[in-house]
């Protein structure tokens, strides 16, 4: 049987951990549970050694996805149950996670309904995102930044260098395991009201998560992304060259620099293509 080991990042989650690590320490009686505390100010630490759960402390912030890939690097089971210390996700819901995975996934996310998300803003950004990542992978994609997931801890490791230190590492892991053909499924959940004051700053983070969009191509396939543009400046430059040559007669300038903005981008998706393609290549071990 796999040895499961859970995952919680938090930063002055204190108030949640008092009622969620009992509740994960009666489900989960033989997991390892690491709770990965990103520079806390609050009693988390002395809340994890009053329920006997390995708690990692940084001297300061690195970020939610530092805390994920510090957790992953110090668990030792097989798979990885990763969830937020906020108390949002239900301890109940893991096995139905490791059912599904069971059934040959290499990763398997808790997929929110509408209801779950966290105000009309990220509910309608969240339905953006899911459609555009479902457009480039030609998968199904329905929760593309749910922390609430469990995966395989050998495939996971080998993306950690792809994933960044701020809170979109679901969508670089997701992407990651589309990319490299690791089969992803999705389990719908019920997540609940967060404990305390979320961290997330809807202007800073709001751009952050617009870098997402971004993000979904260049991690997937970025000629998916360059090609539509580069066909739109071919095409405003042809019209605007059908314009000029029925009203003046002649090629202006303005034709001429939007077809090579055309050429310039198609051959940066190439050369991003080429770049993705040397992200996902895996080192031989000896």
Not at 5 to 15: R, V, W
Not at 26 to 44: F, K, R
Not at 238 to 257: E, F, I, K
């Amino acid at each position: 049987m796999n040895r499961l080991s859970i995952i919680l990042p938090a930063k002055n989650e204190g108030a949640a951990l008092k009622a969620l690590l009992p509740r994960l320490c009666a489900i989960q009686p033989e997991a390892e549970i690491i709770v990965v505390d990103d520079g806390s100010t609050d009693d988390t630490c002395e809340i994890c050694a009053a329920h006997e759960v390995r708690c990692l402390s940084s001297p300061y912030s690195m970020g939610n996805g530092a805390a994920i890939k510090r957790g992953a690097r110090a668990a030792s089971g097989d798979v990885l149950v990763f969830m937020d210390g906020d108390g949002q996700h239900d301890p109940a819901d893991i096995e139905r996670l490791l059912e599904k995975l069971n059934h040959g996934y290499d990763m398997v996310v808790g997929a929110r309904d509408w209801g779950s998300q966290a105000g009309v803003g990220r509910g309608v950004a969240n339905t953006i995102y899911n459609w555009l990542a479902t457009r480039m992978t030609g998968h199904v994609i329905a929760d593309l930044t749910s922390g609430y997931r469990a995966v395989r801890a050998d495939k996971f490791r080998e993306f950690l260098h792809l994933l960044p230190n701020g809170f979109s590492y679901p969508t670089t892991s997701t992407m990651a395991f589309f990319r490299s053909a690791y089969p992803v499924a999705y389990v719908p959940i019920k997540a609940g009201q967060r404990v305390g004051k979320s961290h997330i700053k809807p202007l800073r983070d709001g751009i952050r998560f617009l870098l997402i969009i971004f993000k979904i191509a260049t991690l997937y396939s970025p000629l998916k992304l360059f090609v539509p543009a580069s066909l739109i400046f071919f095409l405003l430059g042809s019209s605007n060259y059908a314009w000029t040559y029925v009203h003046d007669g002649r090629l202006t300038n303005m034709s001429t620099l939007l077809w090579s903005a055309s050429v310039i981008v198609f051959l940066i998706g190439l050369v991003s293509e080429q770049i993705t393609s040397l992200t996902y290549i895996r080192p031989h071990k000896p």
